[in-house]
């Protein structure tokens, strides 16, 4: 319950109205069970003289209204019985003594109804005297009810086809009727708004808008009719109602009647009507929100041939479908044309309604789609970068109708097809439009949409360029908690990209390049390590021969190395390098891979890679990623054992170049396979063997733990390398005997866990023996004492 | 009642009943009358012969008379003029000629074959126009006694109304402020017609609250010098509620049989006429009444003629408002403030 006094107030009222009624209505109901119809239909009076009051507002009106035309049901039950010696005739001149006139016309209805239903009289003439009489009433509320009681009174009273109350009167008294009262009401309603009050201009109109069903009412009672042919509509009825809406000027009567009578009669009508309909929505009074009337009317037709879509093949057929779509569309824009005021936002609502009909009837015809965005783009050119108070509705707005497409489609290559769509979002504002490419690239990726061509994809980068670059027209910081995942949502669409003829492909791959590179430093850090790894997955699962096109792919992903290299990310750069150069040496494109691994990888290690650490890490992937090679002349892969030999020689930590040196004395094995050399290369892997046993030899006492494990590590992979790379026993031997030294210097207790591992190794050496000789001729007696 | 009379003497012991007839012997009907001298009178119709039976009952002792005689007459009543009659007409048979006594009940006959009954009977409210039987038992040393019997008589016209009955159509207005344009299809009616009309709303600057119509009745007495009127509202009826607008056409219907009417009296006997108007009266939101006054004509019909066809329709819906050949005319309407 409200505080407002005035509400209050108006509470106070009704209720002693609706208390006064309902005793004047029990006063007519003993009146009537007495039978004495004189002094019921003077209580009735009586009760009705309380909707006199000028009081109340519409609505509390209403709620009077209400409990007073119950009681006036009970009155025409009684004199529909029809045992109070009075003929019809008598009855209805007799209430017409009443020298009030709305009481009188509330009786004079009840009495008519009850007349017609007597059949003692065609329905017509009662109508027509009752619709003429009602002019009495001009007070707008008072005349508004009392017709909506008359409307009520008749409905079931209506002369139509299979009417009982068709003697003398056909559906065309009941058309006169309806019509001339909806039309009475209308002007009535349309007077509401005028004349003092003691509301609220703003609160009147409210409680205007809601009496507006009662107008309405007299539309769906038509429609209602089955008597009510097309051809009278269409030559009589339509014209009639839309005269009355035309005519009375008002904005809020023209919205809401327009659209009661398209919700109203039958879609069918409408589509008939059609021409019409739309020639007078074109002329409805400044204000009216024609925008949401012909959307609702093209929601309503979509509907309608979607249900029907057998009515609309045959004959002319689809033809005629599209013409509808064709008929709507050049109609908005007509709108747009004519109208005065045009509201965007309310216009661009219109073209959704025309897109979902699209979408609803047309789903094959794309270029329908392309049609209406042509549509948005011209309403919102210029509109989109604050110029008009309305832009964020604008862009609410637009950002719905761009949305739609993508989710019916569920293909963004079907978007892309259409020009004028991607022209609207590039008109749009920054944050706007990278809202939309971001949803527009998740949903390629969420629907795993293949991109398959040069121009898709470079069309859609260039659309993506929010997401893909530094637009000129950017607002604040790009580099935000989303950055990551927009990113990322990026470089998830390189999966998408896609073609089975390898050469497009890496044309694809090579124009996202083009792309991604123009992205600035962070953001290829997300991009070029996909594209590369794509690159060589790509050329990896190729199988092609065409060693140009090979070629063409490694550069590729080389240059991408390099771009990202550029940006000052060493540490990735030189293992794309070291991917690059193992790719290119699988494929048997050993210059590739070499200018890989020393212009690309090595350069980096020499120049950028700084913390020893991660010179150490980048050394041992760079052995690893030798090892894997075999493509190499002897000289090239002489060369580059060299030089990567030399390199872990100078890690700064001798810990890290123990262990490279390890590593590396690994790398002189495939080289045995060069033959000739065969006794060469065993000499230096045992020099890099020997040479790591020194520089752990050499480190300080202190690091007891960190030798022992470094000489264990090195002894491991000794016994390893004698059998796979036919190390000389001798030096295995050797070793074994450095280590040894080291245990006794250090006074390890040779229950200590390192020395555990040591007996272990001995016994593999031992059990390695009996499959392999030279594991035989390994000394490993030395340590016998050690273990005693 | 009679007790009281009889103890002061002034009861002659005497009841006189009355049993009017026909002519050819059926009893008469009667009417009920409100006013004055309400009650249920005998009926009379133009000019019927008057005719019956008196019976005196005498209670106590014999009444010795020298004569007994019975008039019909008419006279009017002026309340200015109270105590003098203006007998029009009267009439006198004698019952017994010569002196006797009258004892226990005895019956006379009577009969006034051509009772002239020029006029209605009329209970205004300055005026009254009566007609009575008046029994006159002469006595030789004692006071006539008297006994009156009220008839009450009404008149259909005898030749026929002229067919015409033109409408009363008027323009009316306050210059930019109001201009309406009424029109009654008729301007004669018999006492249970129907008054239709409309009213075409031409210009409305004003808030109209509600519009209403009275029928008003203007009863003049006297002549001359002494001219009294007299006037009463019979009945308000509304017949618009609510400020119309411009183009807004009104329908009038007024059934006048729940009204209490006469015909419209012209000049009775030189002493009193009664006319009957419609008043317009338009009220608006500050209760200032704008009002038209029209006079009509109303007539007494026989019953048998006064039968409507089934209800009243207003007749031709579609009638143009009238036209826009409109002239100034300077308003003939009355306005005043309340």
């Known amino acids: ?788 | 009642m009679a007790g009281l009379m009889t103890f002061l003497g002034f009861s002659s012991g005497l009841d006189v009943s009355w049993n009017l007839h026909d002519s050819d012997g059926v009893p008469r009907g009667s009417v009920l009358v409100t006013g004055d001298k309400a009650g249920e009178l005998p009926l009379y119709i133009g000019d019927q012969g008057v005719s019956g039976v008196v019976t005196c009952e005498v209670k106590k002792k014999k009444i010795d008379h020298v004569g007994i005689k019975i008039e019909f007459r008419g006279e009017i009543e002026l309340v200015y003029d109270r105590g003098n009659h203006y007998d029009f007409i009267t009439m006198e048979h004698q019952l017994e000629t010569e002196p006797g006594v009258l004892e226990g009940s005895t019956m006379f006959e009577f009969s006034f074959d051509n009772a002239e009954k020029p006029f209605e009977s009329y209970n205004g409210m300055n005026v009254r126009l009566r007609y009575f039987l008046k029994l006159t038992i002469m006595r030789k040393f004692a006071a006539n006694i008297t006994r009156e019997h009220e008839l009450w008589v009404i008149n259909y016209p005898s030749q026929q109304l002229s067919p015409k009955n033109p409408s009363i159509k008027m323009e009316v207005g306050i210059e930019d402020c109001l201009h309406i344009e009424f029109e009654y299809f008729r301007s004669k009616f018999h006492l249970n017609d129907v008054i239709l009309g409309k009213i075409y709303f031409l210009l409305v600057a004003i808030n109209i609250k509600y519009m209403e119509i009275a029928l008003i009745k203007k009863e003049s007495t006297g002549s001359g010098h002494n001219v009294y009127n007299e006037s009463d509202t019979l009945a308000k009826f509304e017949i618009m509620d609510g400020a119309p607008v411009r183009g807004e056409v009104v329908p009038i219907r007024i059934f006048l049989d729940g009204f209490d009417l006469t015909p419209t009296y012209n000049s009775i006997h030189s002493k009193y006429s009664v006319k009957y108007y419609l008043n317009l009266v338009l009220v608006d939101e500050e209760d200032r009444r704008y009002f038209k006054q029209t006079d009509i004509q109303l007539f007494r019909l026989p019953p048998e003629n006064s039968k409507r066809e089934g209800f009243a329709q207003l007749e031709d819906p579609d009638k143009q408002p009238p036209s826009k050949r409109r002239k100034k005319k300077k308003s003939s309407k009355s306005k005043s403030k309340k």
């Open chain 1, 1 to 788: 319950m409200s505080n407002d006094p005035f509400e209050i107030e108006q509470q106070k009222l009704l209720n002693e109205a609706i208390q006064v009624v309902n005793e004047q209505g029990q006063c007519m109901k003993i009146e009537l069970d007495r039978n004495s119809l004189r002094s019921a239909l003077t209580a009735c009076a009586s009760m009705i003289s309380e909707l006199r009051t000028s009081l109340l507002t519409p609505r509390n009106y209403y709620a009077l209204y209400l409990v007073a035309s119950q009681h006036l049901n009970s009155l025409t039950e009684h004199i529909e019985m029809g045992d109070h010696g009075l003929s019809m005739n008598e009855l209805y001149e007799l209430v017409q003594l009443c020298g009030n006139i709305l009481p009188r016309l509330y009786l004079l209805i009840a009495v008519g109804s009850c007349y017609i239903k007597s059949k003692e009289i065609p329905a017509k003439d009662i109508f027509h005297d009752l619709v003429e009489m009602t002019k009495g009433v001009q007070h707008p509320t008072r005349g508004l009810f009392l017709r909506s009681f008359l409307s009520d009174s008749t409905r079931e009273l209506l002369p139509d086809r299979g009417s009982e109350y068709n003697r003398g009167s056909t559906v065309n008294d009941s058309i006169d009727l309806i019509l001339t009262n909806f039309t009475e009401m209308n002007k009535l309603w349309v007077r509401m708004q005028h004349g003092k009050s003691f509301i609220s201009q703003a609160r009147k109109e409210a409680e205007r808008k809601q009496l507006g069903s009662l107008i309405g009412k007299n539309l769906q009672r038509l429609a209602e009719l089955e008597g009510l042919t097309i051809g009278i509509y269409q030559s009589d009825v339509l014209t009639r109602i839309l005269k009355q809406i035309d005519k009375c000027g008002d904005v809020l009567a023209q919205q809401i009647l327009m659209e009661t009578l398209i919700l109203a009669f039958s879609d069918e009508y409408h589509l008939r009507t059609l021409p019409t309909l739309l020639d007078t929505v074109l002329k409805l009074t400044d204000g009216v929100n024609i925008q949401s009337i012909v959307g609702l009317l093209i929601e309503r037709l979509s509907a309608y041939i979607k249900e029907n879509p057998s009515k609309s093949t045959h004959s002319q057929g689809v033809e005629e479908e599209k013409d509808i779509f064709l008929v709507m569309s050049d109609y908005v824009v007509q709108v747009a044309s004519e109208r005065d005021y045009v509201d965007t936002p309310d216009m661009l609502r219109l073209i959704g309604s025309l897109l979902n009909m699209v979408f609803e009837c047309f789903p094959g015809e794309i270029p329908y789609v392309d049609i209406i965005f042509d549509l948005v783009y011209v309403h919102i050119d210029g509109k989109t970068r604050g110029e008009t108070s309305d832009c964020d509705e604008i862009l609410r707005e637009t950002r719905k109708l761009l949305l739609v497409p993508m989710e019916t489609f569920q293909n963004i290559t079907t978007l892309l097809d259409l020009s004028n769509y991607t022209k609207v979002i590039e008109i749009l504002p920054y944050e706007e439009r990278k809202y939309v490419v971001t949803r527009l690239a998740q949903n390629a990726v969420d629907n795993d949409t293949q991109l398959t061509s040069v121009e898709e994809v470079d069309l859609l980068l260039s659309l993506l360029g929010p997401l893909v670059r530094d637009c000129d027209d950017k607002t604040g910081n790009d580099y935000d908690e989303d950055f990551d995942e927009e990113q990322n949502l990026v470089a998830s669409m390189i999966s998408l990209f896609y073609n089975p003829e390898f050469e497009t492909h890496i044309n694809i791959l090579s124009t996202a390049h083009e792309h991604f590179s123009a992205g600035g430093i962070k953001r290829i850090t997300y991009t070029l390590v996909p594209l590369v790894f794509s690159t060589l997955q790509l050329i990896q699962k190729s199988g092609t021969q065409d060693k140009t096109l090979l070629r063409k792919a490694l550069k590729l992903a080389g240059t991408a190395v390099t771009s990202l290299h550029s940006a000052g990310k060493p540490d990735i750069s030189f293992r794309l390098y070291l991917h690059a150069a193992l790719a290119a040496g699988k494929l048997g494109l050993p210059q590739m891979s070499y200018d890989f691994l020393t212009k690309g990888a090595l350069t980096i290690y020499d120049e950028e890679i700084a913390s020893p650490k991660n010179r150490f890490d980048a050394m041992i992937l760079f052995v690893a990623a030798l090892k894997e090679l075999d493509c190499f002349s002897h000289d090239s892969y002489d060369t580059l054992v060299n030089q990567t030999a030399v390199t872990c020689s100078r890690l700064l930590h001798p810990e890290h170049q123990a262990r490279a040196l390890t590593a590396t004395a690994g790398l002189f094995v495939s080289a045995l396979d060069y033959g000739e050399n065969q006794f060469v290369e065993a000499k230096l892997m045992k020099d890099k063997l020997s040479k790591a046993a020194k520089l752990v030899n050499a480190m300080e006492p202190d690091y007891q733990e960190l030798k022992e494990e470094l000489i264990l590590e090195m002894l491991d992979y000794g016994v390893y390398l004698v059998g796979a790379n036919n190390l000389d026993p001798t030096t295995l031997s050797s070793l074994i005997t450095v280590t040894k030294n080291f245990f006794e210097e250090g006074k390890t207790s040779n229950t200590s866990a390192h020395a555990i591992h040591l007996k272990k190794t001995l016994k593999r050496i031992n059990q390695l023996s009996s499959e392999n000789e030279a594991y035989g001729e390994v000394d490993i007696y030395q340590l016998k004492d050690f273990f005693s």
